[in-house]
């Protein structure tokens, strides 16, 4: 059967023949709605326990096309498999409850469920969840063929920030680029072949997959990265440039997530935008108290208001590492600022990308609406922080492999947050096309490993300052730049996720440090960042069914590394 | 009794369930989804809910034992599973009373929950018990009765 829920054999019949996973704790309620997805002629397996749902769907993942859980459940927290669900899978997941309290269901749509339905559920309503299905083949159909719109999509800027004409511009703009998309898609201008909007195989990112791809991406540079070169450079036959493509953009989401939480760990701390560029410590460590609490704002976006984000690198203790690891990245493209490029985009994807589930933002996320914003190619991956600071020594290296496990980011955000009705669409397109890559990367100078670097943040502050409400994480800094990367990358205990948010916190210092006028060209690579933080992060799922484990890597790590604000990016509360 | 008079019986007992507010909706959902599959599906499913409801009615018996301090969280929660056990079949006096001392778990009020949890379980057991003989009689007069009836 082919990976799409579209089998031929049950593509003529869609929607009877849908397969259907329920998770309920509740014995009487998974009965009866067995029995009622049946009477819809849908393929139905049921579970009564969350880690055994993952189970199945970690065995195969092509097997289901939607899944449907209650929130509570007595071995994991419902919006935590929400969240696993959609980063690993990428499945439509509906979440079900008998308390219908608004903000239950806000959290639910910010974590990524694309339903969210009150029990006693009827019928009619478990007719209609087809419609989640053919939704999301429609926009992953999109995604691959356009990327160009990827800009636009990231702009999806929740707040309204003056200074950032970007929000405004993106949200135009990605309906737009849908438009001339959908145009697009008519003609041959897809790197991708598959215009099928109804099907897309769906490649199921393994660790090793992953860190292959990862590899790949720093080898090339993060700012030069793109597709086809990682698609070459892999080395995977099967593998397709879509399906790197799209790998690709859910991995840049990732990092400008975990940015932006960084960001707004920062600036909840009040981080200083004051361009010290030498990072010191000090500032870090609070950069990560910011975070810790932060929990579930995944930071990534980096509101760079010209789209350069320049990290400052510089010296601190943690900047040991870091140095390290600026050294690293093939492209170091510092650029100041020139960039034009619009990072309001970028701002605004990331503020998205806060929300994104991965961020688990338990705190009042109301911006958590940005959600899932893919965040837009700018990323120039080529800077790639490798090495986290200090504490985690492993983690340039680490980085790099823990990715393997990075979940499709992406992918999982989007959608739940409406702010702009494109944006919805746009974020389940994770397709990052080279074309995209270039563009941002020129901006970017991302990460700024190396202590010259100048973080603009500027930018970025104003793109934070969209998610007004965001959890800390995204508010990084009252001060319209700071772009501040919450590193909230979940760092796993194994030090992964070390890695991730110290190189988060650093370029957040850094990028606070940049001051205020920087342009943040380096959300690419705060968002790189931030990616392989939060692969680390979101991976857990993939490394083990102990959630507990994974839920607090940055618990760990924070420990370990004694950033505390760390953790709460990442952590997926 | 003749059958007829059984079916009759069984029909008006079903119908003052409902009209003394005791069952809503969910029930006549319920037995929607009966057919020649599951022909008993509605009974299967209260005895399901009776089954493991009764779990937690002890559950929270047990929990409202300790007062110094009373586990308010551990009692919402509890709680909450017994609600949506009981939205599963419609039991709405039941869910009523759910709401009202999950009401007192949140204002921290120990003497309501007790009280309350004291009028939930009256509601519960009348019910179980009404609902036990309705399914006692609905066998007699015979499956397809119920069957026809439900769809």
């Given amino acids: 059967m082919d990976n799409g829920c579209f089998s031929s054999s049950r593509h003529d019949a869609f929607p009877a023949g849908l397969r259907v996973l329920v998770v309920d704790d509740d014995p009487t309620w998974l009965r009866i709605l067995e029995k009622m997805l049946k009477k819809c002629l849908y393929e139905v397996t049921t579970c009564c326990l969350a880690i055994e749902a993952l189970k199945k769907l970690r065995e195969r993942k092509d097997a289901y096309d939607i899944v449907i859980s209650d929130v509570n459940m007595p071995d994991m927290d419902g919006f935590k498999l929400l969240e696993q669900v959609g980063l690993e899978m990428d499945l439509p997941v509906i979440m079900m409850s008998v308390d219908g309290e608004t903000s239950r269901v806000m959290k639910g749509v910010q974590h990524g469920a694309c339903d969210y339905l009150l029990k006693p559920i009827r019928m009619k309503e478990l007719r209609n969840i087809w419609q989640h299905v053919f939704r999301k083949r429609m926009h992953e159909a999109r995604d691959f063929e356009s990327h160009d719109g990827f800009e636009g999509i990231h702009l999806m800027r929740n707040g309204s920030d003056p200074s950032d004409d970007g929000n405004l511009f993106a949200v135009e703009e990605i309906s737009s680029m849908k438009k001339r998309k959908d145009a697009d898609n008519k003609h041959d201008d897809k790197e991708f072949g598959d215009h099928s909007p109804t099907k897309k195989a769906r490649v199921v990112w393994s660790v090793d997959l992953h860190q292959k791809f990862v590899k790949a991406v720093n080898q090339i540079g993060f700012d030069k990265v793109g597709p086809k070169k990682i698609l070459d450079l892999m080395n995977v036959p099967w593998l397709t440039r879509e399906n790197v493509a799209s790998h690709l953009q859910k991995y840049r989401l990732y990092l400008s997530r975990l940015q932006k939480e960084n960001d707004q760990k920062s600036s909840s701390c009040g981080t200083k935008h004051s361009d010290s560029p030498s990072k010191d410590p000090g500032s870090f460590s609070f950069l990560n108290t910011t975070n810790k609490q932060q929990n579930d704002v995944t930071i990534d976006i980096f509101g760079y208001s010209d789209g350069t984000l320049l990290l400052q690198m510089d010296a601190p203790s943690h900047a040991g590492d870091m140095k390290e690891i600026v050294s690293e990245p093939t492209t170091e493209k510092r650029r100041a600022s020139t960039n034009d490029i619009p990072d309001p985009k970028i701002q605004k994807s990331s503020k998205m990308s806060l929300n994104q589930p991965f961020a688990s933002v338990e705190s009042s996320e109301t911006n958590q609406a940005v959600f899932d914003c893919t965040i837009p190619t700018q990323y120039s991956w080529s800077e790639f922080p490798k090495g986290p600071l200090k504490e985690e020594q492993k983690t340039l290296v680490q980085l790099e492999g823990s990715f393997s496990q990075f979940p499709l980011h992406g992918k999982k955000h989007h959608i739940q947050v409406d702010q702009s009705q494109s944006i919805g669409s746009i974020n389940s397109n994770p397709s990052v096309t080279e074309e995209e890559v270039d563009a941002s990367l020129e901006t970017k100078p991302l990460y700024a490993y190396q202590s010259d670097y100048v973080s603009p943040v500027s930018s970025i502050g104003s793109a934070v300052d969209t998610f007004p409400n965001q959890s800390k994480s995204l508010m990084v800094n009252d001060q319209s730049s700071e772009p501040i990367f919450t590193s909230n990358l979940g760092l796993k205990t194994q030090g992964f996720n070390l890695d991730c948010i110290s190189d988060l916190d650093f370029y957040q210092r850094n990028l606070l440090l940049g001051g205020g006028a920087a342009s943040a060209p380096l959300e690419e690579d705060l968002n790189f960042f931030l990616l392989h933080g939060e692969c680390y992060n979101m991976n857990f799922g993939l490394q083990n069914i102990d959630m507990s484990e994974y839920y607090d890597p940055r618990l760990h790590f924070y420990d370990s590394a004694d950033y505390s604000s760390v953790d709460q990016g990442l952590f997926i509360a | ?151």
């Fill in chain 2, 1 to 151: 009794m003749d059958k007829n008079q059984s079916r009759r019986q069984v029909a008006s007992m079903k119908q003052s369930l409902f009209d003394q507010g005791l069952l809503d909706e969910q029930f006549i959902q319920l037995e929607g989804l009966q057919d020649d599959a599951n022909p008993n599906f509605v009974e299967e499913i209260v005895t399901l809910h009776y089954r493991d409801s009764s779990r937690l009615i002890s559950s929270i018996e047990q929990a409202l034992k300790e007062r110094n301090p009373m586990d308010f969280n551990k009692l919402d929660t509890l709680m909450h599973q017994f609600k949506g056990s009981s939205s599963s079949i419609g039991a709405k006096k039941v869910k009523a009373e759910c709401n009202l001392f999950r009401e007192y778990c949140r204002a921290g009020n120990a003497e309501g929950c007790v009280r309350s949890f004291q009028q939930l379980k009256k509601e519960y057991v009348a019910l179980r018990k009404k609902l036990e003989a309705y399914f006692q009689l609905a066998r007699q007069v015979g499956p397809q009765e119920t069957a026809c009836r439900s769809k």
